[in-house]
């Protein structure tokens, strides 16, 4: 599996009211399926602005799982972000590649 952090940026106002309840219960399907592992507010932005942590096996398949995401698909998403990640160290260490400059860790 592969790591990716998402970061989104969305406005207030009615469109995230409408759709909050059900993008909740579209993240905590995730999270029950191993394919979320992480999300939470960025504080103190002009924008709500989200970080998450998907788990998949490629950059394909996490675009799908953004894309079903309630927020994509009524087009409140102003700003997204995905960067590859290799969580070397800490919570999710056991499962990343192990890999450190050429080192085994």
């Known amino acids: 599996m592969r790591f990716f952090i998402?970061?989104?940026?969305?406005?207030?106002?009615?469109?995230?009211?409408?759709?909050?309840?059900?993008r909740v219960r579209y993240?905590?399907?995730l999270v029950?399926?191993?394919?979320?592992?992480?999300s939470g507010p960025l504080k103190r932005k002009q924008l709500?602005?989200?970080?998450?942590?998907?788990?998949?096996?490629?950059?394909?398949?996490?675009q799908t799982l953004v894309d079903r995401e309630p927020f994509a698909i009524e087009g409140l998403i102003e700003t997204l972000t995905v960067?590859?990640?290799d969580p070397l160290f800490?919570?999710?260490?056991?499962?990343?590649?192990?890999?450190?400059?050429?080192?085994?860790?």
Not at 6 to 22: E, Q
Not at 32 to 38: C, D
Not at 51 to 57: C, W
Not at 90 to 105: K, R
């Open 48 to 62: 709500r602005s989200g970080f998450l942590i998907f788990t998949a096996p490629d950059r394909a398949a996490m």
């Open 27 to 29: 993240l905590r399907d």
């Open 6 to 22: 998402v970061t989104m940026a969305h406005p207030d106002g009615d469109g995230r009211n409408r759709h909050l309840a059900a």
């Open 32 to 38: 029950a399926t191993g394919r979320l592992l992480a």
């Open 83 to 85: 960067i590859e990640w």
């Open 90 to 105: 800490g919570a999710f260490a056991a499962v990343s590649s192990g890999h450190l400059s050429g080192l085994d860790v």
